[in-house]
T-cell receptor
Framework: GAVVSQHPSWVICKSGTSVKIECRSLDFQATTMFWYRQFPKQSLMLMATSNEGSKATYEQGVEKDKFLINHASLTLSTLTVTSAHPEDSSFYIC??????????FGPGTRLTVL | GENVEQHPSTLSVQEGDSAVIKCTYSDSASNYFPWYKQELGKGPQLIIDIRSNVGEKKDQRIAVTLNKTAKHFSLHITETQPEDSAVYFCAASRNSGYALNFGKGTSLLVTP
C-alpha cells in the first residue's frame, strides 16, 4: 500500500503553546487528506477533511480557529494545534486518499500538553 | 449521516482458531468497506477492503463478505496467530474524497 508519514511521532509541550504536525504522502498524490484524533481505547474521530488548495471542512464541534489545517500541496498537509491545553492531549492521525477509494493512514502523533 | 456498528468489542480466540468480526451500516449510498488493523501506538493499517459490486474477497487467511441488502459486512480471519492480536476497525464510505465512518473497534486477542 501507499506510504504516509507523520512528523513528529510524539511531542510534549507546555500549555498555551502551539504545535504543528506534518502529514506527507510519500509515493502518491493525495487529493484529499483527513485528520482524526483518537483517545485511548476509542475509535477514530474525524476532525476535518482537506483538499489541496482549498479550505478545510471541519466536523461539528471541532474549532477551526484552534485546529488550523493547511493542505498546501498534493503531498503535504499540516495540522496546527494553537494555544494547546491538557484536554488537547491525544493521538492525532492523518490519512491520505487519491483518486481511488483507498485511504492510507500515517503512524500517528502522540501529543501531550502539560 | 452514516452509522457503523461493530461487534464484538472484544474477542479472544486460541491460536489456530477462526475469528469473525461483524459490522452493519446505515447509509445505502456507502459503497466502499475497508478493514483496518491497529497495533498499540500505531496508525491503522489497511488489511483488506471490498466494494459494493463484490460479495466476497479473500487474501490468504483474511476474507471479507458483504451483504448490501442487509447492509452488513464481516471480516473472517482463519488460522489465527498471536501476531494477529490487535484492534480491528471496520469502516464505510461513499466515494473517493469522502471520509471513512468507523466502527468502534474490536480488540482481538489470540492466545498461544
Amino acid at each position: 500500500g501507499a506510504v504516509v508519514s507523520q512528523h513528529p511521532s510524539w511531542v510534549i509541550c507546555k500549555s498555551g503553546t502551539s504545535v504543528k504536525i506534518e502529514c506527507r504522502s510519500l509515493d502518491f498524490q493525495a487529493t484529499t487528506m483527513f485528520w482524526y484524533r483518537q483517545f485511548p481505547k476509542q475509535s477514530l474521530m474525524l476532525m476535518a477533511t482537506s483538499n489541496e488548495g482549498s479550505k478545510a471542512t471541519y466536523e461539528q464541534g471541532v474549532e477551526k480557529d484552534k485546529f488550523l489545517i493547511n493542505h498546501a500541496s498534493l503531498t503535504l498537509s499540516t495540522l496546527t494545534v494553537t494555544s494547546a491545553h491538557p484536554e488537547d492531549s491525544s493521538f492525532y492521525i492523518c490519512s491520505a486518499g487519491g483518486l481511488s477509494l483507498e485511504q492510507f493512514f500515517g503512524p500517528g502523533t502522540r501529543l501531550t500538553v502539560l | 449521516g452514516e452509522n457503523v456498528e461493530q461487534h464484538p468489542s472484544t474477542l479472544s480466540v486460541q491460536e489456530g482458531d477462526s475469528a469473525v468480526i461483524k459490522c452493519t451500516y446505515s447509509d445505502s449510498a456507502s459503497n466502499y468497506f475497508p478493514w483496518y488493523k491497529q497495533e498499540l501506538g500505531k496508525g491503522p493499517q489497511l488489511i483488506i477492503d471490498i466494494r459494493s459490486n463484490v460479495g466476497e474477497k479473500k487474501d490468504q487467511r483474511i476474507a471479507v463478505t458483504l451483504n448490501k441488502t442487509a447492509k452488513h459486512f464481516s471480516l473472517h480471519i482463519t488460522e489465527t496467530q498471536p501476531e494477529d492480536s490487535a484492534v480491528y476497525f471496520c469502516a464505510a464510505s461513499r466515494n473517493s474524497g469522502y471520509a471513512l465512518n468507523f466502527g468502534k473497534g474490536t480488540s482481538l486477542l489470540v492466545t498461544p
